[in-house]
C-alpha cells in the first residue's frame, strides 16, 4: 500500500524559507511524477509543483515560480520542496502527491492518487 509521509513544516517570518519532505513508501514510484499541493482555510486545494522522477521535468504555480524548488531522491524515495522567501500568502497545510499515471506530470488533482497526510506551514507577518 502507498504511504506518503510530509515533514517539515512549521511557523516562520515572511522571507525566511522552509524544506519539505516527503517520503514514500510501499509502492513504486521512480516511474509517477510526485507533486506538492496546498491548501488554506476555506480555500480549495491548489498546485504548487510537480517533478517526474526520470527527466527531472518540473511544473510551478505561477505564485511560488522564483521562489519554490521542487526535488528527488530517488534512492531515498523522497521528495522535497525548497520554499524560500515565503510570504503570509503561502500559509496553508501542503500535501504531497503521486501521479495516478506513469506519463502525467502537471497541476490537475484529479490525476494525482494517493496523498500524504498534510504538514502545516504557517507564515506570519
Known amino acids: 500500500q502507498v504511504q506518503l509521509v510530509e515533514s517539515g513544516g512549521g511557523l516562520v517570518q515572511a522571507g525566511e524559507s522552509l524544506r519539505l519532505s516527503c517520503v514514500a513508501s510501499g509502492g513504486t514510484f521512480t516511474s509517477y511524477a510526485m507533486g506538492w499541493f496546498r491548501q488554506a482555510p476555506g480555500k480549495e486545494r491548489e498546485f504548487v509543483a510537480a517533478i517526474s522522477w526520470s527527466g527531472g521535468n518540473t511544473v510551478y504555480a505561477d505564485s511560488v515560480k522564483g521562489r519554490f524548488t521542487i526535488s528527488g531522491d530517488d534512492a531515498k524515495n523522497t521528495v522535497y520542496l525548497q520554499m524560500n522567501s515565503l510570504k503570509v500568502e503561502d500559509t496553508a497545510v501542503y500535501y504531497c502527491?503521486?501521479?495516478?499515471?506513469?506519463?502525467?506530470?502537471?497541476?490537475?488533482?484529479?490525476?494525482?492518487?494517493?496523498w500524504g497526510q498534510g504538514t502545516q506551514v504557517t507564515v506570519s507577518s
Open positions: 502527491a503521486r501521479a495516478k499515471y506513469s506519463d502525467y506530470v502537471g497541476d490537475n488533482l484529479s490525476e494525482y492518487g494517493y
